[in-house]
């Protein structure tokens, strides 16, 4: 059965401050990706509603959510399941990242305020201080921070709406596979760099990081593929 403890709000995702049906799809999403709630596991609303402590509507509409990011399938009369973990459909997804990526930070670099190459700054050094912690759940939320930053430094709505459909799943497989096929100090170090680059509003270079940085996830991917996973 699956696990129903409810999670601590202290221990929810820090941008706490949306509607309630965004702070539920964000301590879904979390369980979801940090395999909490595993893969293949079937949930019900009332499970879930009760695992993050809230209301029914707003779970049923962050599933909704969910189920179009392909984390969850709602089956009618059936219940809630977590969809698998498919290696091919990830390399397939970097596919689409790379280039949305690369557009992104491209513009992010060119566009960012002072704020938010601050924040990248910061960002920066708190991913390789969580790398050294091995604090892979810190890591996670940091990784899901950076992402958001650059979509929105970007200013481009459609490169969010197309993001906001592949970060989940890609957290989820590196989740569930760095111990053995990567490290976080190599991550660290591509996501810092790309932070760096757009901070310093080096367009080019920003563009160059992105491609290292899906590079370091393709090749991680692959020997994952490798290991027969």
Known sequence: MPDTTPMPRHNRPAEADGTLTE????????????????????????????????????VREALQRLARERLVRILPRRGIIVAAVDVEEQLRLLEVRREIERLSARA??????????????????????????????????????????????????????????????????????????????????????????IAEGDADAAGAASDALIDFIEAFTRRVRACGA
């Open 108 to 197: 992010a670099a060119r566009q960012a305020d002072a704020a938010q190459r601050a924040a990248f700054r910061a960002i920066a050094g708190a991913m390789e201080q969580a790398a050294a912690a091995e604090d892979e759940t810190g890591f996670l939320r940091l990784d899901r921070q950076l992402n958001l930053l650059v979509l929105a430094a970007a200013r481009n709505e459609f490169a969010t709406a197309a993001m906001a459909l592949l970060h989940g799943l890609s957290r989820r497989f590196w989740f569930l596979h760095w111990r053995r096929s990567a490290g976080l100090e190599g991550s660290a170090r591509v996501h810092a760099a790309l932070a760096r680059a």
């Open 23 to 58: 702070q539920a799809y964000r301590a879904i999403e979390e369980a979801i990706v940090t395999l909490q709630v595993p893969p293949g596991e079937e949930v019900s609303e009332a499970q879930l509603a009760a695992r993050v402590g809230f209301g029914r509507t707003p």
